[in-house]
Structures are given as structure tokens and as C-alpha cells.
């Protein structure tokens, strides 16, 4: 039992010597080359990219159409059939000056003429009544004379019988109607002459108006109808549009309201490869649609560029705001319990500067607020881990 104790006693002892022996060990890692390797643990690796002044802009991307300012259907104004269509899609019209297409010529002629035939009567009818009414008022003439006569012998010295002298005066009232009559007669005879006149009038109207021409200058885009097919008011025969002047409209959310002016918001076009700067609106409407919750916005082009037609899709960038500033990539920002935060490089340290942030140009976005220095280098990736005072390592600067 004694020589067995003994041996516990040994296997303690060097038990003892082992564990001292490797604390000896693990402060001899903890010296001044374990610090070294710990600094350079905590040094965090980043991109750095210098911050920019550079004008931010508030901007509204609709989806357009392109369409002609000035555009007209045209209808015949004489319902009947088409006797002729002197235009194709793609010609090109003058307002006012260019045949486009005749309805029922033959019928309108024709009622032209008669027209003329009666005012030709209505004229010898006038002619006549008032050659009537001459010889009248001669015969009017003569018998008052002798009703004058007979009168005066009959007042005077009973020179005449009473019966002489109301066969004269029934002769003196009958020829006073008759003149009465004729004067009727003649007024009659010349209303049916303007009567006659005015039909003619109408009928060359008409025969006129049956004969379209274009009321805006343009191209022809659509023929609606062929010849021999009836024709009506108000059916389109021919649609004209005016390249001259292009319309591009879009539809903004109500929000954007108030800050669209026509002649100063600005707006950059672009249809296909065709792009237009600086263009101004010219139009907005007056109301908000009730279901949509959106207004209409227009914008004229004058003397648009080949390729820019009606039918074409514009992508717009409407800018309700802009002004200059400085500028951090988005990716600079870091959301955190306070607000928003930018860590810029002071050095081989990382500091965290508290910002407030507007608006958001080309991926850029503006510093409202925050001390950022003169020309600022902020962290763009490796700044998740980031705390203020942390030791940076630099991978690459500015992309």
C-alpha cells in the first residue's frame, strides 16, 4: 500500500508539469507577434469611391404615344355615292386646294340646271306682271280722268244722270283694284325670283360642297371607302394627319400635379434611336381622371425628325425638380438604427458620419446634410461590418 501511494504521488507531480509547462507555452503565443497578428485581423477590407457634385433631378419615366398634333376624318358633305376618290394613302394635300374624292356629280348637276330653268321662268314672270301693271296703271289713268269729270258735272250742275255717273265711278273702283292686283301680282312675280335664286344658290352649293377638299394639310394615312359605295355625313372617307407637327402624350400620377407647368417643366424624349432633350410641356389637362387617379400631359414637336410618326411609343423622363449637390453612390448609404450613415476613409480609419439623403440621380444620391469634408472618399462595399474607429484596408478606389 505504501509503494503504491508512491506511484500516485509521481503521476501527480507530472501531471502538474505537463499543464505548467504549456501555460508557459501559451504566454509565450500572447507576446508582441500575437498582438501584431490580432491589429491585423480587425483592419476590414473596402472600396472606396471619391464623392461627386452633380445635378439631381426628380424624375417621372411614362410610357408615351406618338400621334399627329392636327388630324381630321373627312366626311362627304352630300350623302350619295362616290363617284371618285383622287387620293392614296401616303399622297400628300393642301388645305383647301387638293381634290379628294366627289359624291352623285350627275344628280347634282342635273338639279343645278333646273334650278337655272327656274329662275329663267321667275324672271320672264316678273318681266310680264310688270308690263301688266303698266297697262293698268295707263287704263287706271284714263278712267280716273273721266270719274273726275263726271264728277265734278255731276256736283255742279246735274250735267249728267245718276246713272252716268255710277257707271264711272264702279268703272274708277274696279280699274283701282285692278291696279291694286297688278302692284301684287309684280311683288309676287319677284319673291318667286329670289325664291328662284336662292334654290340655284343651294343647288350650286351643293354641287360644290359634293366635290371634297382637305381642310388641314397633311398626308392621307387611311382610305375608309372606295368609289360606288354610299357615302354619308359623318362616315369618314379619308383620315389625314399633319407630320408636320408631332404630339407625344403620357398619363402622370395626380401626386405629380402641382409641380408640372406647361412651357417650363422640362422632358427628354426618346422614341427608338431617336432621342430629344429639353423639350417643354405643353399641355396638361385640366382635370384628374376619377378611377385612374392620373392626369394627361402632351408635348408638341415641331418639325420632328425622320422616324418620329404617329403610333410610335416614347419613353419620357419628366423632371418635376433638379438642382445641384453633392453625391454619394447609392451604395455608400447604410441604413442604421438612427437614420442614414456614410463611412468615409480619415486615413487607414473608417469614421461614420450621419446623413440626411435627397434625391437619387443616376445611381447617385444627394447628401442633404452631413459633414462629409472636402473631396470625401466613401466606402462603397465593405461597410455593412463597419463601426466608427474601425481600421480599413483599401482594395480599390473609384470604379
Do not use: W
Amino acid at each position: 500500500m505504501f509503494k503504491q501511494g508512491i506511484v500516485y504521488a509521481h503521476v501527480t507531480v507530472a501531471l502538474i508539469l505537463c499543464a505548467c509547462m504549456a501555460g508557459c507555452r501559451n504566454d509565450q503565443g500572447n507576446g508582441p507577434a500575437a498582438q501584431d497578428a490580432g491589429e491585423s485581423s480587425e483592419s476590414r477590407p473596402v472600396y472606396l469611391e471619391t464623392a461627386r457634385r452633380m445635378t439631381f433631378a426628380s424624375v417621372l419615366s411614362p410610357t408615351g404615344n406618338v400621334q399627329a398634333k392636327n388630324s381630321a376624318y373627312v366626311s362627304a358633305r352630300i350623302p350619295g355615292p362616290l363617284d371618285r376618290i383622287f387620293v392614296d394613302e401616303g399622297d400628300r394635300v393642301v388645305a383647301g386646294e387638293t381634290d379628294l374624292f366627289q359624291t352623285d356629280s350627275l344628280k347634282l348637276g342635273k338639279a343645278v340646271e333646273a334650278s337655272g330653268q327656274e329662275l329663267a321662268v321667275a324672271e320672264h314672270t316678273v318681266l310680264e306682271r310688270q308690263a301688266y301693271l303698266e297697262q293698268v296703271q295707263a287704263d287706271y289713268h284714263q278712267v280716273r280722268l273721266d270719274y273726275e269729270r263726271y264728277k265734278r258735272l255731276y256736283e255742279k250742275d246735274k250735267a249728267v244722270t245718276d246713272s252716268a255717273f255710277e257707271i264711272k265711278e264702279s268703272q274708277f273702283l274696279q280699274m283701282s283694284a285692278a291696279q291694286k292686283h297688278a302692284r301684287i301680282s309684280v311683288e309676287l312675280a319677284e319673291k318667286r325670283r329670289e325664291q328662284a335664286r336662292a334654290n340655284l344658290a343651294i343647288a350650286e352649293k351643293d354641287l360644290r360642297d359634293s366635290l371634297v377638299r382637305p381642310p388641314i394639310s397633311g398626308v392621307v394615312t387611311e382610305r375608309l371607302m372606295e368609289p360606288g359605295e354610299m357615302a354619308a355625313a359623318g362616315t369618314p372617307v379619308l383620315h389625314i394627319e399633319d407630320l408636320s407637327i408631332a404630339e407625344i402624350s403620357a398619363f402622370l400620377p395626380e401626386e405629380a400635379f402641382d409641380r408640372v407647368l406647361p412651357g417650363k417643366t422640362r422632358v427628354h424624349i426618346r422614341v427608338g434611336g431617336i432621342e430629344l432633350r429639353d423639350q417643354r410641356i405643353s399641355y396638361k389637362s385640366p382635370t384628374v381622371t376619377s378611377d385612374l387617379r392620373t392626369f394627361e400631359i402632351r408635348c408638341d414637336v415641331k418639325q420632328p425628325p425622320d422616324g418620329l410618326v404617329p403610333g410610335r411609343i416614347a419613353r419620357m423622363e419628366v423632371v418635376l425638380d433638379s438642382r445641384e449637390g453633392l453625391g454619394v453612390p447609392r451604395e455608400a448609404v447604410l441604413a442604421r438604427a438612427g437614420g442614414s450613415v456614410v463611412f468615409i476613409a480619415d486615413g487607414n480609419t473608417a469614421r461614420m458620419v450621419p446623413v440626411r439623403t435627397g434625391l437619387e440621380t443616376d445611381g447617385f444620391v444627394e447628401i442633404l446634410e452631413g459633414d462629409l469634408g472636402a473631396d470625401p472618399r466613401v466606402v462603397t462595399a465593405g461597410k455593412d461590418l463597419l463601426e466608427d474607429g474601425d481600421g480599413i484596408t483599401v482594395i480599390r478606389k473609384d470604379r
